[in-house]
């Protein structure tokens, strides 16, 4: 028979490995969110490459030359032509918030620290003073004492304060008292929010305790356009991140997810957005919409109003293909009434043309200085389209344009694929007739990029390093280690994990330094803080001094330590670079240089039940007394 000892180091061995079992559990979603953020990341470093299928007709077209691949890479912008992002400007009104200061106080609001409290006594004795609740949750009133309001509604502070000051002033007492009081709310106590991801100012925020996800972002000054707006997470200690979807609100002015009501110590995170199309044409609001894993082509259409009334029944729809050989775009004609069928997966543009009864119009996308949709007349060319567009005629100018050519995409009636006319600019300019092919209605022509052709771009660095100042960047993809070097290095003050890097005024999150630098980037190199700053449900909330491979512990312990409402076994640690981390019952993450603790509250305990207790507990012992028996049975 086996020792009583080995059976209790077998059960011990046995429970090691569940506990490393829900642990692995626990941290799943977040391996798996930082898996997909790192695939998200290389999707982007990715080159796009596009394949148009054409079909010339050889009888007009002879002297034309024969390409199959076109190179859309770096087509033109269609933001440079007043085509936005759907939906990121609503979070720009900053204004919409000066309402709740009239707003009214929902009678269930709890008073806590922050609070500004009015006494106001008339009649007999004649008093105004308005308090603010501590950071204790008590208040102090001259000749009535210490008193604690914390966790009371207003009308259960009103009649706690009536009682006390009643000790103190006789002429409130009785059935017909000569003096009144009355109660009121002045300033309100903030919650504090921490925004992180793509949003336009990324940190911990105190905000209107009232607050939705849609209010705060507003507040904090909205979303960059990198930013999902279908995919919004609020982090709350202790439970499943919930997930917004504001399309549906800005849509119809229906979502009940964008009303979730933040509260203290939430965490808002905003990923990269994972698609962008592009939807223009015979559109009713055209634009750039993101669109989700559910959404069908009819879906797009109807998120940019639908089309016009001129509409044609088929719309233009650009596919990514993915290969070996890169990112492909395939186009296609789809008939608008089938548009439900097609899934918008991979979707890269959506063009809309209109009937030639109602309009009759070509466009004009890329290198030329002013392109978008013109009206078409019969007999019109391509020098005339280049002549009314602004044109590639001056020479400064014409050093942007790729080969030189342009490529005329035409509507095929036949198939559900266009043609691609290639036109030699050099030779159009030169006065070549076979260049100057007559346009049909609805063409579009597309005048790329010359990928070898940039202006100079500089970037500017500034603080802890040895030369600060503007730079011309070297090399194309030259990386911020590389301009750290050439600025002459760090100095002995600087804190190289706090580096901050803005490009259009917008923070840029850090991975590594090989990050390649575009034109206009800001770099800033700030001074060693020596602190780390922790925040929630602590006792002495602020800053505390730094110190290598100090523990997390260390530092709420040097915080006051944990208060009573503390989830002691999970707080969330956002590091310098805005990396998340969270601690949980089984590991504590390094807490570096500058980084920012939050300790959350526990979450609301629901009554114990002994009867569910004892009866997953006899369970639990049945399933271990099996396993052990089990072992026992092998080894003998």
Avoid: C
Avoid at 352 to 377: H, N, R, W
Avoid at 385 to 407: C, E, N
Avoid at 469 to 480: A, M
Wanted: aromatic share 10%; net charge neutral.
């Amino acid at each position: 028979m086996k020792q009583p000892s080995i059976i209790l180091k077998k059960l011990f061995l046995i429970l090691i490995i569940i506990s490393f079992q829900i642990n692995s559990i626990i941290g799943q979603s977040i391996s798996d969110f930082n898996r997909l953020k790192k695939q998200y990341e290389n999707f982007l470093n990715d080159r796009n490459k596009t394949i148009i299928n054409k079909d010339l007709d050889q009888n007009n077209y002879d002297d034309l030359p024969d390409e199959e691949l076109i190179d859309l890479e770096d087509v033109e912008d269609l933001e440079d032509i007043g085509l936005k992002f759907f939906g990121y400007d609503f979070f720009l009104s900053k204004d919409s918030l000066l309402i709740w200061n009239n707003l009214p106080i929902p009678s269930s609001y709890l008073l806590g620290p922050g609070d500004e409290i009015i006494i106001s006594l008339w009649g007999e004795t004649q008093v105004r003073e308005s308090y603010t609740i501590s950071r204790d949750g008590s208040l102090y009133i001259e000749r009535v004492g210490q008193l604690s309001l914390t966790g009371k509604t207003i009308e259960q502070a009103e009649k706690y304060l009536v009682k006390q000051f009643q000790k103190v002033y006789e002429t409130l007492k009785g059935t017909r008292p000569s003096t009144f009081m009355d109660v009121s709310l002045g300033q309100l106590k903030s919650i504090n929010v921490t925004f992180v991801g793509e949003v336009n100012s990324p940190g911990v925020y105190p905000i209107h305790p009232f607050s939705t996800v849609l209010t705060g972002l507003i507040q904090v000054g909205g979303l960059d356009t990198t930013g999902s707006l279908r995919n919004i997470q609020i982090i709350r200690s202790g439970e499943d991140p919930h997930r917004v979807d504001f399309y549906k609100f800005l849509l119809s002015g229906k979502s009940a997810n964008s009303k979730i009501k933040l509260q203290d110590n939430d965490v808002v995170f905003i990923p990269p957005r994972l698609s962008r199309v592009e939807i223009v044409g015979a559109i009713k609001r055209p634009g750039i919409y993101e669109a989700d894993d559910n959404d069908n082509i009819l879906d797009l259409v109807n998120y940019a109003a639908g089309l016009r009334s001129d509409a044609d029944n088929k719309i233009l729809v650009s596919f990514k293909k993915f290969s070996k050989d890169g990112n492909n775009i395939e186009n296609k004609y789809i008939p608008f009434n089938q548009s439900n069928e097609f899934s918008s997966k991979n979707v890269n543009r959506v063009i809309a043309f209109t009937l030639p009864d109602y309009d009759k119009s070509v466009y004009i996308y890329g290198q030329v200085k002013k392109p978008g949709l013109y009206g078409f007349e019969e007999g019109m060319n391509m020098f005339d389209i280049m002549k009314i567009s602004g044109g590639l005629f001056d020479k400064t100018f014409y050093k942007t344009i790729y080969a030189p050519r342009a490529d005329i995409i035409r509507r095929d009636f036949k198939s559900n694929y266009p043609k691609v006319i290639p036109i030699n600019l050099e030779e159009l300019k030169q006065g070549n007739q076979t260049q100057n092919v007559k346009l049909h209605n609805w063409d579009i022509i597309l005048i790329r990029k010359n990928k070898n052709f940039t202006l100079p771009k500089q970037v500017q660095i500034t603080g802890e390093v040895n030369i600060p100042g503007y730079y011309t960047l070297s090399k194309p993809r030259e990386t911020l280690q590389s301009l750290i070097e050439r600025s002459g290095g760090y100095t002995n003050r600087a804190f190289n994990d706090g580096i901050q890097l803005y490009r259009d005024t917008v923070k840029v999150a850090l991975d590594n330094f090989n990050f390649s630098l575009s034109d206009g980037d800001s770099i800033h190199v700030p001074s060693n803080p020596g602190v780390v700053e922790v925040i929630g449900e602590v006792y002495s909330p602020g800053y505390v001094q730094f110190r290598n491979r100090r523990s997390l512990k260390s530092y709420i312990e040097a915080a006051g330590g944990y208060t009573l409402d503390a989830r002691k076994k999970y707080i969330t640690i956002i590091q310098p670079n805005g990396d998340v981390k969270v601690k949980d019952s089984f590991w504590s993450p390094r807490v570096e240089e500058g980084a920012l603790i939050i300790v959350h509250k526990k979450r609301e305990e629901l009554p114990f039940d002994a009867t569910a207790f004892f009866k997953d507990a006899a369970s639990l012992a049945a399933s271990l007394t099996t396993i052990i028996y089990i072992i026992n049975t092998q080894n003998n």
